[in-house]
């Protein structure tokens, strides 16, 4: 009887369009209130806006004056953009974002902040000192249809560094690395300083550590040896900035279109170009995942944040003392992020920085916080469970969607080059003959029938155990030569006939010149006769 009082509420999971829509509504719905009522945007960030879930992703760009971060741009867009200045000395002297326009031009900041189809309507709250030297830069390329991005100001070194900037510039840094899909940090390998702006710029960046990717740039300035060097010197700067546990991946390259100085790592800088590019355009496809793991990331930030401003308010007095009491909470609060963490079961790593947190509360009222209210707790709780979970289960239906729509144009178009003799790889290891009128297994073929004849004196097909002999003496591994032999064995009877122990031969030389292996033998590489 009355079973129906015990009965759970039953949760009704809205239905969204597409992931991004339904970011936008949890947020709106969810996530927005608890931040309203605790302040978190005067504290972290401010809130927001639908153009953050519906923009392209973001690549932001960081370094040193004179690392080649405008030069970057023009080598991925293969072309020059509205606004752009190259020089020794700094000349990017402001924020420019590079998007893509059907109209060239430029849209200065004043005009760009109040834009709603843009994003960066709350940067006018860095004031008119930033957004004078904020613009964006409207370029016809197609590379900028799949993304877009942000060249920042050269960080500045020695004297210059005592110039005030007249913004907060580090401030802007962590609002953008919020937003952005990658953080590109550019070194010029004959400058490896980190100078103090440029360490302050690094540490703005922490938290989002999944994000950045470090390129060693105008690597082909100096010779094997030196580069050795510079490597190593890098990685003991990087380790003592970044603080992270893990070794950092530096892709090393020259990342502009004149000639070489020292090409004696031309292969080293195609490689690495080559891996970097291919997460550049992996980009489209992923920037639903990290809005996902951003909103993620920040209502974990908003919950804690609440616990921190209601203990605070529970713990100040209604009438007097409150000025000396407030002074203790805010020298204390380490104490405060420890019961917090102990009473509900916090990770240490979910809690804002302590330093700026007391900066920020020695500037508030503690008895206009708000007490706890559990059930907006419980509603983020409910989000983060259910409403995520049902987003995650319809990211995989999109990636299908977008991956019919990759980062093309521009240096990507020499990622999936297979008609020039100049594309990645092309004419090297498997490729090699491709398109030759000869077979290009016969360039050895005097030296592999020698060896057949003594393995086989009377010219008969060679058995699988006789054939090992002879080509386990390339030290490959096991699984290695099996997969040379299923390769070679074109006609499948288990055996090896003239042909195809010279193919065999051709597959051992090409992995071990350090060249992958085809999964099916290619046309190129089939004996004439077999074709």
């Known amino acids: 009887m009355f079973s129906w009082l015990n009965q759970k509420p039953e949760v009704i999971h809205e239905c969204y369009e597409n992931v991004a829509e339904g970011l936008k509504s949890i947020y709106k719905n969810k996530m927005l209130p608890l931040e309203q009522h605790y302040l978190f945007e005067e504290f972290h960030s401010p809130p927001l806006n639908d153009p953050d879930f519906d923009s392209k992703p973001l690549i932001l760009l ?24 190259i020089g020794p000395e700094p000349t990017t002297d402001r924020f420019i974002a590079v998007m893509y326009g059907e109209k ?54 020695g004297e210059k560094q005592r110039i005030d900037r007249g913004y907060d510039f580090t401030g802007v840094l962590e609002w953008f ?5 990658r953080i590109i940090l550019l070194f010029d390998a004959h400058k490896l300083d980190i100078s103090d702006e440029f360490r302050r710029s690094i540490e703005a960046l922490r938290g989002h550590d999944d994000k950045i990717r470090i390129v060693l740039n105008k690597a082909d300035m100096i010779d094997h040896q030196q580069l050795m060097r510079v490597y190593g010197a890098l990685m003991w700067s990087l380790g003592k900035v970044l603080q ?21 790592n031309r292969r080293l800088f195609e490689d690495e170009a080559q891996d970097l590019f291919i997460d550049l355009q992996s980009l489209p496809k992923n920037s639903a995942l990290r809005k996902l793991n951003d909103l993620i990331k920040r209502a974990r930030l908003g919950k804690v944040h609440a616990y921190i401003i209601a203990e605070l308010r529970k713990e100040m007095p209604n009438v007097f003392g409150r000025d000396s009491k407030k002074k203790d909470l805010i020298k204390n609060l380490q104490d405060i992020y420890m019961k917090i963490q102990r009473e509900h079961n916090i990770s240490a790593g979910d809690f804002p920085d ?54 093309t144009g521009g240096a990507f178009e020499n990622i999936h080059d297979n008609t020039s003799p100049f594309g990645y790889k092309r004419g090297e290891g498997v490729n090699a003959g491709m398109g030759e009128p000869d077979w290009i297994v016969n360039k050895e073929r005097e030296a592999y029938d020698a060896i057949f004849d003594r393995l086989s004196p009377s010219g008969t097909k060679l058995s699988g155990a006789t054939a090992k002999t002879e080509l386990v003496k390339s030290k490959l591994p096991n699984s290695v030569l099996g997969k040379i032999w299923k390769l070679a064995d074109v006609d499948q009877d288990g055996y090896l006939d003239r042909d195809e122990f010279a193919l065999a031969m051709h597959l051992i030389n090409v992995k071990v010149e350090g060249n992958d292996l ?10 004439p006769l077999k074709k």
């Open 177 to 181: 690395a919020e937003r952005v899909d």
């Open 244 to 264: 992270m546990p893990e070794v950092v991946r530096v892709y090393i390259g020259s990342f502009w279109d004149q000639p070489l100085r020292f090409d004696v």
């Open 518 to 527: 085809p999964t099916e033998l290619p046309t190129h590489l089939r004996p």
């Open 62 to 85: 960081v370094g040193q004056y004179s690392t080649g971060k405008t030069t970057f741009i023009k080598y991925l867009l293969e072309r020059d953009f509205p606004g752009m200045r």
């Open 354 to 407: 302590m330093h700026k947190m007391k900066e920020t509360l020695s500037r508030h009222d503690f008895a206009k916080f708000h007490s706890l209210k559990p059930k907006m707790l419980d509603v983020v709780d409910q989000m983060l469970s259910d409403d995520i979970a049902q987003l995650m289960s319809m990211i995989s239906h999109e990636v299908n969607e977008i991956n019919k729509v990759e980062v």
């Open 104 to 157: 060239e031009g430029v849209i200065p900041g004043n005009a760009l902040v109040v834009d709603p189809k843009k994003q960066f309507r709350p940067l006018s709250a860095f004031g008119n000192s930033f957004l004078n030297r904020f613009q964006c830069s409207l370029v016809k390329s197609p590379v900028l249809k799949g993304m877009s991005i942000i060249d920042t100001p050269g960080i500045l070194a």
